[in-house]
């Protein structure tokens, strides 16, 4: 073998070992590169409980339930799907019905979302890229609406 041929083994082999490498990390990481899972995915995916996952969707209007102290349960709901979320902990600010969430917790036995973190959009246009997403595609989202002289409502 000359060494020209020596050489383009010796990359060949490396560009192979490189490609090996990335298909198995992303391999490793397909299901947490996800931001958040809608309650529709939930369902879909058949996710088992005490998975540590992401829920976003819309607080469903009229079903936030103050407890005792700190304790809230509320639902999350992507108009498809709803999901039963339990909190205790201090809401964000601008936590209110109607309002893109994502909550970092994980489902029981009996299907409802054990939350420990609670994230709130942080103005009044944001809303997460995903759950915009999701509810485009249902044909439910009119963030992009825009005022007769061309500025977003």
Known sequence: ????????VLIAVGVAILGVAVFLVLFALRDTIVFFHTPRDVAEKNIQ???RIRLGGLVAQGSVKRGIGESVEFAITDTVKTITVRYTGI???LFREG???VAEGMLDASG???ADTVLAKHDETYMPP???????EQGVW???AKTKDGARK
Not at 1 to 8: D, G, V, Y
Not at 130 to 136: N, P, Q, R, S
């Open 142 to 144: 009119q963030g992009d």
């Open 1 to 8: 073998m000359t060494r020209k041929q020596r050489r383009a």
């Open 91 to 93: 809401l964000p600010d």
């Open 49 to 51: 409980p005490g998975k």
């Open 99 to 101: 309002q893109g969430i």
């Open 130 to 136: 995903e759950v915009a997403k999701a509810l485009k």
């Open 112 to 114: 409802r979302f054990l």
